[in-house]
């Protein structure tokens, strides 16, 4: 039985948690030759908090460049 995890940022929005298992299911199905009920897919949440690139927390990142982008417009 495939074990599929995806792992990223929160997704909110629950019908496009659905979409997303959904698809990825169909893929694996596709690709192991199985039947859906054997395909097993976990997201897993990582606030940006949480997640880091480069040494710097990627909520400090996302601020820094919101920050950035709010000067241009200004």
Known sequence: ?????IEGPPIKDLDV???LVK???EVAVEAYGLPAQKIRV???ENLLENV???GELLLD???A???AEQ???E
């Open 52 to 54: 880091a690139r480069g």
């Open 17 to 19: 948690k659905r979409k």
């Open 71 to 73: 000067k241009k417009e």
């Open 65 to 67: 460049e919101a920050e």
């Open 42 to 44: 976990v997201i897993k």
């Open 23 to 25: 698809g990825v299911t």
């Open 61 to 63: 990142i996302k601020r």
């Open 1 to 5: 039985m495939p074990n599929i995890s």
